[in-house]
């Protein structure tokens, strides 16, 4: 190996290794980027919209002759490029964009999270069974397994359930609104942030 190559090798590793700054650094590097970067996705759909077109006239204009096939390979080779790079352009506008949108979303799901746990559990419970109050906490019959006498008990106080007969139970009120609506994660959380 010579030393043109054995450079050429080491700078390949090194621009490996370098560290490329996420859209949210970028951001902050650049604060208007992100008005650049949507008048560029503006300009590059109306530019796609254009080459569609024009592929579009050329195909139809073409369609009844005998050497179709002919148009159809031109098309390929001369507009087919353009129109592929300009794809790739707008789908990286956009994955930039939707970079920046991800971590909002993140944070409106934490409040709507922390909103969620601090949701009482026995205005949840009220609505759906019927309770007994025993004391500072309430009782009745589990919603989860058939049962005669009542062993599923609510505690307001640290907004925890607990059934003693099929030993279910939690310290929130999202597993009790997954559980009592037959519900994932993210609409219990939604149901309970309102």
């Given amino acids: 190996m010579n030393n043109k190559e054995y ?12 560290l490329r700054p996420s859209a949210k650094d970028l951001l902050i590097m650049f604060p208007r980027a992100k008005e650049i970067v949507k008048e560029r996705l503006k300009e590059e ?17 073409m369609r009844y002759r005998k050497d179709f096939w002919f148009v159809e390979e031109f098309v390929k080779a001369f507009f087919l490029p353009d129109l592929l790079k300009n794809e790739k352009m707008i789908a990286k506008h956009r994955m930039f964009l ?3 949108q991800g971590d909002g979303n993140q944070i409106d799901f934490q409040v709507k999270l ?10 949840l419970a009220e609505k759906e069974l019927v309770l007994q109050k025993i ?7 589990c919603p989860f397994h058939k049962e005669k006498t009542a062993s599923f008990y609510l505690y307001p106080e640290s907004n925890s ?24 994660f993210r609409s219990a959380v939604s149901l309970l942030s309102q």
């Avoid at 759909?45 to 204009?61: D, G, H, P, R």
């Avoid at 004391?135 to 019959?141: D, E, I």
């Avoid at 139970?169 to 559980?179: E, T, V």
Wanted: aromatic share 10%; hydrophobic share 30%; with cysteine.
């Fill in 7 to 18: 450079f050429y090798k080491q700078q390949k590793i090194w621009r490996k290794e370098q």
């Fill in 45 to 61: 759909i109306k530019i796609n919209k254009t080459q569609l077109c024009k592929i579009k006239k050329v195909l139809n204009k």
């Fill in 98 to 100: 939707n970079s920046l």
């Fill in 114 to 123: 922390e909103k969620a746990r601090g949701y009482p559990i026995l205005q």
């Fill in 135 to 141: 004391g500072n906490k309430y009782r009745s019959l």
């Fill in 161 to 184: 359930y607990y059934c003693f007969g099929c030993q279910t139970g939690s310290s929130d009120p999202i597993s009790l609104a997954m559980q009592l609506h037959n519900l994932d």
